[in-house]
């Protein structure tokens, strides 16, 4: 079958629902655990980023409106090309921009730096590195290492025995939607609103296009319940066939544990063979970085970004 590679050009279109078997086929085997493959997320935030998508063979190619800014990434289970490289740069010059190509790990930045010398811009982007765990160790917490989070979930037990865990579905997302606007609107440690923001307005569009398309997803999602009323929730999708991808995390900060009893059984409950779990990135923020940083990931997965000079 000809592909738009074959001509020696890149044809883009809007990512679609329609496009996920074509897109896994090439992110589930592929091996990477990166959580910017991960399907549920791309079309999650398809509206945002204004994503295309370029199917070629075994290798697949999206397109980005980024801050402005023309983007690039690339996911296969062989490195970058030179002929990949150069279709990249006349698209790149075609739509009058610099070719940028991120989410690009240690060894394929090295990889394309040396297969072009002199003309490759690492850029190192620590913020948007991912946290990947042993799935059974954040359902166990067994550990000297984790018995500051193994407190945390025998405190919550202890405050609410008859607490009930269950699997996120359709007839769930009213209870989701109205614990995701109350964690937007709580007031901060410091006693001031936190608001209504831009990003958090995208966060919960970026949801609402999850929830419509749950089941062709692939997502699975789970909630914790006190008295009849959520107090939290979690959601993701596969991103290969043994990492699953955590999107989203919201609980109630009133509760005690909330956070910790979310994860903890969440992870006990995903299928076994999910070996890993990616919660993402910490995005730069000193309290979120800390708190996965706690938990002691098992890899902490590095990102670049590459600015190419095409000639």
């Known amino acids: 079958m000809t592909t738009?590679?074959?001509?020696?050009?890149?044809?883009?279109?809007?990512?679609t629902v329609a496009d996920r078997s074509a897109v896994q086929a090439v992110t589930l085997a592929a091996g990477r655990r990166n959580c910017n493959y991960t399907f549920a997320n791309l079309i999650g935030w398809q509206f945002?980023?204004?994503?295309?998508?370029?199917?070629?063979?075994?290798?697949?190619?999206?397109?980005?409106?980024?801050q402005g800014r023309r983007a690039y990434m690339v996911c296969s289970a062989e490195a970058l090309s030179l002929q990949l490289v150069e279709m990249l740069c006349a698209d790149a010059a075609a739509e009058g921009a610099e070719l940028m190509i991120i989410g690009v790990e240690d060894e394929t930045a090295a990889q394309v730096a040396a297969l072009l010398p002199g003309r490759v811009t690492v850029e190192p982007r620590r913020n948007q590195y991912d946290y990947i765990y042993l799935r059974r160790e954040l359902a166990e917490l067994k550990g000297g290492s984790l018995k500051a989070k193994r407190n945390h979930v025998n405190k919550f037990l202890s405050m609410y025995p008859d607490f009930t865990y269950r699997p996120l579905e359709p007839s769930l997302f009213d209870e989701c939607r109205r614990l995701a606007m109350l964690w937007r609107t709580e007031v901060d440690e410091n006693g001031h609103d936190t608001g209504y923001d831009l990003s958090a307005d995208a966060e919960a569009r970026?949801?609402?296009?999850?929830?419509?398309?749950?089941?062709?997803?692939?997502?699975?999602?789970?909630?914790?319940?006190?008295?009849?009323?959520?107090?939290?929730?979690?959601?993701?999708?596969?991103?290969?066939?043994?990492?699953f991808d955590v999107c989203v995390e919201k609980a109630n900060r009133r509760i005690d544990g909330a956070f910790n009893i979310i994860n903890q059984q969440f992870a006990a409950h995903l299928p076994e063979q999910y070996v890993y779990m990616n919660r993402e990135e910490d995005m730069g923020l000193e309290g979120l970085r800390k708190s996965k940083l706690s938990y002691h990931p098992h890899i902490l997965l590095s990102y670049n970004s590459l600015v190419i000079q095409c000639r």
């Open 4 to 15: 738009p590679c074959d001509t020696g050009r890149l044809a883009f279109h809007p990512l």
């Open 48 to 66: 945002w980023f204004n994503t295309e998508v370029c199917l070629c063979k075994e290798t697949v190619v999206f397109r980005f409106n980024l």
């Open 206 to 243: 970026a949801m609402e296009n999850v929830f419509s398309h749950w089941e062709q997803l692939d997502a699975l999602g789970g909630s914790i319940f006190i008295d009849g009323r959520m107090m939290a929730f979690t959601y993701g999708a596969p991103v290969t066939h043994d990492t």
